[in-house]
């Protein structure tokens, strides 16, 4: 839940909606912990998939491709909503699309810091059930989705804490996405 998908570049439908849902979701089956502004623990991790893009991307419609520049490092556009932050680990934030030349939807191959990818710290943890929720859809939302339940993980999808780019994607997305075996909840 970059700001670019937002209220940037490539603002999304229910965008703002999706963040409060999320961090509700968060707090109520979370049962976040809290000192002050600061979270202390929570019941789950919570993992974030981010964009990460140079500023020279082939998915970007200066270098050809179909989408507006978006979420290029180092730019507000790439930083998680605010009201997320709080919730926010480094070893569970993971990147995708910081290659230039390799266009990334899903995020189950993400990256973060140390070099591991969203599937290894999922299976190193020894999680089965994911709870999805993001932006767009139609893209990221769908393909993650898609790539976990591949991988034998059993997915629900927050429908009420999800963005997306067009209407009636969004609903041919979440209609795909339910044929498959994901639970929407």
């Known amino acids: 839940m970059l700001y670019d998908f937002i209220d940037g570049s490539m603002a999304c439908a229910n965008a703002e909606n999706a963040v409060a849902e999320t961090v509700k979701y968060i707090e109520d089956k979370g049962s976040a912990a809290q000192d002050g502004d600061d979270v202390i623990v929570a019941a789950f991790p919570t993992m974030f998939v981010c964009d990460h893009h140079p500023s020279d991307h082939c998915s970007f419609t200066t270098q050809g491709?179909?989408?507006?520049?978006?979420?290029?490092?180092?730019?507000?556009?790439?930083?998680?909503?605010?009201?997320?932050?709080?919730?926010?680990?480094?070893?569970?934030?993971?990147?995708?699309?910081?290659?230039?030349?390799?266009?990334?939807?899903?995020?189950?191959?993400?990256?973060n810091?140390?070099?591991?990818?969203?599937?290894?710290?999922?299976?190193?943890?020894?999680?089965?059930?994911?709870?999805?929720?993001?932006?767009?859809?139609?893209?990221?939302?769908?393909?993650?989705?898609?790539?976990?339940?591949?991988?034998?993980?059993?997915?629900?999808?927050?429908k009420d804490a999800i963005g997306y780019v067009e209407h009636e994607g969004h609903l041919k997305a979440l209609e795909e996405m339910e044929k498959a075996g994901i639970r929407l909840v």
């Not at 180092?74 to 993971?94: N, Q, S, W």
């Not at 299976?123 to 139609?138: F, K, P, Q, R, S």
């Not at 990221?140 to 927050?158: E, H, I, S």
């Open 65 to 111: 491709g179909p989408w507006p520049p978006h979420c290029v490092q180092g730019t507000r556009g790439a930083e998680i909503h605010d009201d997320l932050k709080p919730y926010v680990e480094e070893a569970l934030t993971f990147y995708k699309g910081y290659r230039k030349e390799k266009e990334q939807y899903s995020g189950f191959e993400g990256i």
């Open 113 to 158: 810091d140390a070099g591991q990818s969203l599937y290894e710290v999922l299976d190193i943890m020894d999680i089965h059930n994911v709870y999805v929720c993001g932006i767009a859809t139609e893209y990221c939302v769908k393909n993650t989705c898609m790539d976990l339940l591949k991988a034998g993980f059993n997915v629900y999808l927050l």
